[in-house]
T-cell receptor
Framework: SQQGEEDPQALSIQEGENATMNCSYK?????LQWYRQNSGRGLVHLILIRSNEREKHSGRLRVTLDTSKKSSSLLITASRAADTASYFCAAPQGGKLIFGQGTELSVKP | DAGVIQSPRHEVTEMGQEVTLRCKPI?????LFWYRQTMMRGLELLIY????????DSGMPEDRFSAKMPNASFSTLKIQPSEPRDSAVYFC?????????FGEGSWLTVV
């Protein structure tokens, strides 16, 4: 069963623009995580936000969490061509980490 | 740290053959996960171990799939017999807390 669902499924922007991806989840969580996957590679952890946090920053990444709406967003500011990848949210469920289907981001130079 | 190491990286096999995928987790991590990724179904958790003990194998598709973790530094995922619908990328991941670390995956093609 899927815990996180991302929106949009695909996003294409120009270099320098901001990219926003959204994630909705189903059950109560104690944290939500975002991962990135470059084509042909494994997933890499980007950032974790805990249920008692509303916003978190890491470099050009900003993550928000709204537990009342069971949703999170990932904002990448001043995007670069190298940000082209798939981005997944993931939330714990019964001791397991369940991933959404991902958002495919394409940043055109 | 070398990260999670998986082998083989790529395998092409004929239907009916046995496939064994191998994983070496990050040293000191006590949880190990096997995921499968396909275009149709996304990233699915097949099984996970904690301290070498299988905790949840509800994601294992059927009896043709089996996984073992004989010690803290090694795990295998076996498919016997393999079928074309098993073609996917199989990821091993390990963790010692909330964050999990993925290997580069084993790309399996069953023809």
């Amino acid at each position: 069963s899927q815990q996180g669902e991302e929106d949009p499924q695909a996003l294409s922007i120009q270099e320098g623009e901001n990219a926003t991806m959204n994630c909705s989840y189903k059950t109560s969580i104690n944290n939500l995580q975002w991962y990135r996957q470059n084509s042909g590679r494994g997933l890499v952890h980007l950032i974790l936000i805990r249920s008692n946090e509303r916003e978190k920053h890491s470099g050009r990444l900003r993550v928000t969490l709204d537990t009342s709406k069971k949703s999170s967003s990932l904002l990448i500011t001043a995007s670069r061509a190298a940000d082209t990848a798939s981005y997944f949210c993931a939330a714990p469920q019964g001791g397991k980490l369940i991933f959404g289907q991902g958002t495919e981001l394409s940043v055109k130079p | 740290d070398a990260g999670v190491i998986q082998s083989p990286r790529h395998e092409v096999t004929e239907m009916g053959q046995e496939v064994t995928l191998r994983c070496k987790p990050i040293s000191g991590h006590n949880s190990l996960f096997w995921y499968r990724q396909t275009m149709m179904r996304g990233l699915e958790l097949l099984i996970y171990f904690n301290n070498n003990v299988p905790i949840d194998d509800s994601g294992m598709p059927e009896d043709r799939f089996s996984a073992k973790m004989p010690n803290a530094s090694f795990s295998t995922l076996k498919i016997q017999p393999s079928e074309p619908r098993d073609s996917a990328v199989y990821f091993c991941a390990s963790s010692s807390g909330d964050t999990i670390y993925f290997g580069e995956g084993s790309w399996l093609t069953v023809v």
